[in-house]
Nanobody, 117 residues
């Protein structure tokens, strides 16, 4: 069982920045593909960014050039640096982990990001 704890959400004005962190309890963090998803009110949860165990990255088109996902395997933490935030980035951001050995997927409790115009 992997526990994921997110932090770093908050309220920011449009154009501002936030950095989300997700700390994992899994000792074998390097076998986890990690991702950030978000869910706005009335919308489905969507993938924002992914980072593989080998640090390959993938982003949804709407955040390319503004968001950066990274990982620190020694700290068992994944980050999402969010710059030039827009009101449409508002939502609950969830950390996700896929264990490549077991195939199990895990979710964090979510952290609220609100961008005011």
């Amino acid at each position: 069982q992997v526990q994921l704890v997110e932090s770093g959400g908050g309220l920011v004005q449009a154009g501002g920045s936030l950095r989300l962190s997700c700390a994992a309890s899994e000792t074998a963090f390097n076998v986890l593909n990690m991702g950030w998803y978000r869910q706005a009110p009335g919308n489905q949860r969507e993938l924002v960014a992914q980072i593989t165990s080998g640090s390959g990255t993938n982003y949804v088109d709407s955040v390319k050039g503004r968001f950066t996902i990274s990982r620190d395997n020694a700290k068992k933490t994944v980050y999402l640096q969010m710059n030039s935030l827009k009101p449409e980035d508002t939502g609950v951001y969830y950390c996700n982990a896929l264990n490549l050995l077991s195939g199990y997927t895990y979710w964090g409790q979510g952290t609220q990001v609100t961008v005011s115009s």
